[in-house]
């Protein structure tokens, strides 16, 4: 199983672009990157998923290199709602959540 | 996206006595659903997997004598916290798989337990 790290907290100020980094080196053949975003007192909510290169919708941007050991999610202009807790998971139907990365969107 | 509901969103109850929270799919059917508390400031922690038509898989650690899960139909599965401790007292999330994508997961709202 991978086990995923990522930095516990960053901040950022509205307009920005934010790039959130997962560190997953035990990563399988067959295991996909997932993130998701969370809000106090509410379920997380699915942002996106991929297996390699770079996958974007009309939220994020997911970026995984060739070695797939690391991805990044990339959060274009950030506004004051994008404060929440994000979690890179990495597996197939693994749901165990790793610290997640804290982002503050300061004004 | 498909929708996932917990009820009751927020319970508050004596210790000693036993609480059920139910998590429902509500357009979509799902075999598998997981379960998760979280205490304040932390991450989601893993439970246990809820199969329907057979016996959950607990996460080492969790006691599953004490978090009873029924996953009766393709649409409910249910955590009961029986004789509940103030220590319990958590938020409780849901999840389920979306139908096509395993790795996509839709979670519910959360119930939130206070234990007196």
């Known amino acids: 199983l991978a086990k995923t790290t990522q930095p516990i907290s960053m901040d950022s100020y509205e307009g920005q672009e934010v790039n959130i980094t997962c560190s997953h080196n035990?990563?399988?053949?067959?295991?996909?990157i997932t993130w998701y975003q969370q809000f106090p007192s509410q379920g997380p909510r699915f942002i996106i998923q991929?297996?390699?290169t770079k996958v974007t919708n009309e939220v994020a941007s997911l970026f995984i290199p060739a070695d797939r050991k690391s991805s990044t999610l990339s959060l274009p202009r950030v506004s004051l709602s994008d404060t929440a807790v994000y979690y890179c998971l990495v597996g197939v139907g693994d749901m165990r959540f790793g610290a997640g990365t804290r982002l503050t969107v300061k004004p | 996206g498909a929708v996932v509901s917990q009820h009751p969103s927020w319970v508050i109850c004596k210790s000693g006595t036993s609480v059920k929270i139910e998590c429902r799919s509500l357009d979509f059917q799902a075999t598998t659903m997981f379960w998760y508390r979280q205490f304040p400031k932390q991450s989601l922690m893993l439970m246990a997997t809820?199969?329907?038509?057979?016996?959950?898989?607990?996460e080492q650690g969790v006691e599953k004598d004490k978090f009873l899960i029924n996953h009766a139909s393709l649409t409910l599965s249910t955590l009961t916290v029986t004789s509940a401790h103030p220590e319990d007292s958590s938020f409780y999330i849901c999840?389920?798989?979306?139908?096509?994508?395993?790795?996509?997961?839709?979670f519910g709202p959360g119930t939130r337990l206070t234990v007196l």
């Open positions: 035990n990563i399988a053949t067959n295991d996909y």
């Open positions: 809820s199969n329907e038509g057979s016996k959950a898989t607990y």
């Open positions: 991929g297996y390699k």
């Open positions: 999840s389920a798989p979306d139908t096509f994508s395993y790795n996509e997961q839709f």
